[in-house]
């Protein structure tokens, strides 16, 4: 069940995982990519005390098209700071074979400095590496 839904996305919490997916219902229009950034940003706020390893799963398999430039670069910069200070620490993607979809998602995850992204062709490899922990070489 999506705890936020709009035209192009919808949002919901897998408790089992646990992170929130961020998932794209087909062509994305600015307003709607903004208005769920802004969602997600509160739901973890919410779910963070819940889940203290909360992290973030973008489902984009039925994304269609890109989503702009000064929308990805307005997310890079407003909304995933508020995430990485409140804990994020990593963000998956289930990726779409469109061309613009990938070049879009490559375009945000180059402006994305401290908070790690991984690319994955299934939900089930995305959340086994979200659930991982890591672990850092001593020196």
């Known amino acids: 069940m999506f705890l936020f839904e ?14 929130i997916v961020w998932m794209a ?9 903004r208005e769920g950034e802004e969602v997600f940003l509160t739901l973890y706020r919410r ?42 620490s990593k963000e998956a993607f289930v990726m779409s074979e469109d061309f613009f979809t990938l ?6 995850q180059e402006s994305l400095s401290s908070i790690k992204t991984a690319f994955f062709k299934s939900e089930e490899e995305a959340f086994a590496w979200l659930s991982s922990v890591d672990i850092s070489p001593t020196d």
Not at 25 to 33: E, P, R, S
Request: proline content about 6%.
């Open 47 to 88: 779910y963070r005390s819940e889940y203290p390893h909360l992290e973030r799963l973008n489902d984009l398999r039925l994304m269609e098209g890109g989503i702009s430039p000064e929308d990805t670069d307005w997310s890079a910069k407003v909304i995933m700071p508020q995430l990485a200070a409140l804990g994020l």
């Open 25 to 33: 219902k087909g062509f994305i229009l600015g307003a709607d990519f």
């Open 6 to 19: 709009n035209e192009s996305i919808g949002i919901y919490l897998s408790s089992e995982n646990p992170c």
């Open 103 to 108: 070049l879009s998602v490559e375009n945000y």
